[in-house]
């Protein structure tokens, strides 16, 4: 059975830091592409950040130089690092996994396309 699960949510002023942890069983996520999504009240589920398995990251506009993804094969886990927290950032944050296959493998790095598996969420919410 696959589980990723998330840590390390909780409530901080804005300005503070919290670091997200996802750590996944079941599944072994070195040859997979990891990201984390985030779902505000009343919103859409967006992305975050993603890396893929050769540790290639990306950010949404919004996170870009306060937040930052990485990846521990050999503990299983990712993480999020979030700096400078505003009241916008107050969602639940899903950590995500993709399965490496034909439609989801550039030059034999995997990347999200749309995720394989999903945490249960993180709560973080941002107090101004």
């Known amino acids: 059975q696959v589980q990723l699960v998330e840590s390390g949510g909780g409530s901080v002023q804005s300005g503070g830091s919290l670091r997200l942890s996802c750590a996944a069983s079941?599944?072994?996520?070195?040859?997979?592409?990891m990201g984390w999504y985030r779902q505000a009240p009343w919103k859409q589920r967006e992305l975050v950040s993603t890396?893929?398995?050769?540790?290639?990251?990306n950010y949404a506009d919004s996170v870009k130089g306060r937040f930052t993804i990485s990846r521990d094969n050999a503990k299983n886990t990712v993480y999020l690092q979030m700096n400078s927290l505003k009241a916008e950032d107050t969602a639940v944050y899903y950590c995500?996994?993709?399965?490496?296959?034909?439609?989801?493998?550039?030059?034999?790095?995997?990347?999200?396309?749309?995720?394989?598996?999903w945490g249960q969420g993180t709560q973080v919410t941002v107090s101004s």
């Open positions: 995500a996994a993709e399965q490496p296959r034909l439609t989801t493998t550039v030059q034999g790095i995997c990347v999200i396309v749309k995720p394989d598996y």
């Open positions: 890396v893929t398995s050769g540790g290639s990251t």
């Open positions: 079941g599944i072994i996520i070195i040859n997979k592409a």
